[in-house]
T-cell receptor, first 111, second 113 residues
Framework: QKEVEQNSGPLSVPEGAIASLNCTYS??????FFWYRQYSGKSPELIMS????GDKEDGRFTAQLNKASQYVSLLIRDSQPSDSATYLC???????????FGKGTSLLVTP | GAGVSQTPSNKVTEKGKYVELRCDPI?????LYWYRQSLGQGPEFLIY????????DSGLPNDRFFAVRPEGSVSTLKIQRTERGDSAVYLC???????????FGPGTRLTVL
């Protein structure tokens, strides 16, 4: 069973702080890594994708990938209450394959 | 442009009944995926279509589940003899050929009484 592990949380951070969300995966053949945001009662929304080791920045979001450690993270800078949601880490071994999801980390940004 | 659409948004049925869930992918997306999500869990893969054919159906839990995509666009997920354990949100995602990113529809919440 190929696992994607996330701390379920909730992770609580004050408004304006940096939120750090972590994910580990077991399949060393994994090639593509994604972060989805899911608001309560809504479907997953893609916010970041990363394919190479290192950092990838998009606005307030930074994804970090370390394939040697089988670890991917998402940093949210200047966290806002509207960032409160569940963040799902998803991994696959290539574009023709299904996504393997973690259970998600619940993030709460308090005003 | 329009995103992935799914109908119905909610479906309540009785144990033993047959249901059909529909997914209309983003225009031009040749790859289509079905997932289901239970409360507190991440989405779990069911089936993947490339064009009209099912390229991977390894996630279908049993033979009560079946999906089709006859013209390579709209897909229908069919569940026979529904059981209470089938209650979940059924999500559809589509992907553009040559790209890696999958985009999800709003889902169908299925409740089996």
């Amino acid at each position: 069973q190929k696992e994607v592990e996330q701390n379920s949380g909730p992770l609580s951070v004050p408004e304006g702080a940096i939120a750090s969300l972590n994910c580990t995966y077991s399949d060393r053949g994994s090639q593509s890594f994604f972060w989805y945001r899911q608001y309560s009662g809504k479907s997953p929304e893609l916010i970041m994708s990363i394919y190479s080791n290192g950092d990838k920045e998009d606005g307030r979001f930074t994804a970090q990938l370390n394939k040697a450690s089988q670890y991917v993270s998402l940093l949210i800078r200047d966290s806002q209450p509207s960032d409160s949601a569940t963040y799902l880490c998803a991994v696959n071994i290539g574009s023709g394959y299904a996504l393997n999801f973690g259970k998600g980390t619940s993030l709460l940004v308090t005003p | 442009g329009a995103g992935v659409s799914q109908t119905p948004s909610n479906k309540v049925t009785e144990k033993g009944k047959y249901v059909e869930l529909r997914c209309d992918p983003i225009s031009g997306h040749t790859a289509l995926y079905w997932y289901r999500q239970s409360l507190g869990q991440g989405p779990e893969f069911l089936i993947y279509f490339q064009g009209t054919g099912a390229a991977d159906d390894s996630g279908l839990p049993n033979d009560r589940f079946f999906a089709v995509r006859p013209e390579g666009s709209v897909s229908t997920l069919k569940i026979q003899r529904t059981e209470r354990g089938d209650s979940a949100v059924y999500l559809c995602a589509s992907r553009l050929a040559g790209e890696d990113e999958q985009f999800f529809g709003p889902g169908t919440r299925l409740t089996v009484l």
